[in-house]
């Protein structure tokens, strides 16, 4: 089973950009499709933006995020990153990465992922 973990989590400021890390140990994610989602206190876990296998590279966003967060892989594919700019409060949750090894392309919905991470917070606040 893939042990996900996340970082680079914090406390921002508004309008501040923070960079997301999953990794996963010992293991290599590049053919895995990897997800991002987040959780807000009282809310449903939500899906912010996915990749998929370096094979297909394709990659979404929810549209409360896109134009502001980027996903990408490092060289090596041993991590994926969620680039956050333009932060505002309503991103503040608990960001979790998820991996599904099955699928062609990935998916902004939670049903495919099998593997997750503890998830890392994101605060943002003045």
């Known amino acids: 089973q893939l042990q996900l973990v996340e970082s680079g989590g914090g406390l921002v400021q508004p309008g501040g950009s923070l960079r997301l890390s999953c990794t996963a140990s010992g293991f290599t994610l590049e053919s895995y499709n990897i997800g991002w989602f987040r959780q807000a206190p009282g809310k449903e876990r939500e899906g912010v933006s996915c990749?998929?296998?370096?094979?297909?590279?394709?990659?979404l966003f929810a549209d409360s995020v896109k134009g502001r967060f980027t996903i990408s892989r490092d060289n090596s594919g041993n991590t994926v990153y969620l680039q956050m700019n333009s932060l505002n409060s309503e991103d503040t949750a608990i960001y979790y990465c998820?991996?599904?090894?099955?699928?062609?392309?990935?998916?902004?919905?939670?049903?495919?992922?099998?593997?997750w991470g503890q998830g890392t917070q994101v605060t943002v606040s003045s």
């Open positions: 990749i998929s296998g370096v094979t297909y590279g394709s990659t």
């Open positions: 998820a991996a599904d090894n099955h699928g062609r392309y990935c998916s902004t919905f939670p049903g495919p992922y099998d593997d």
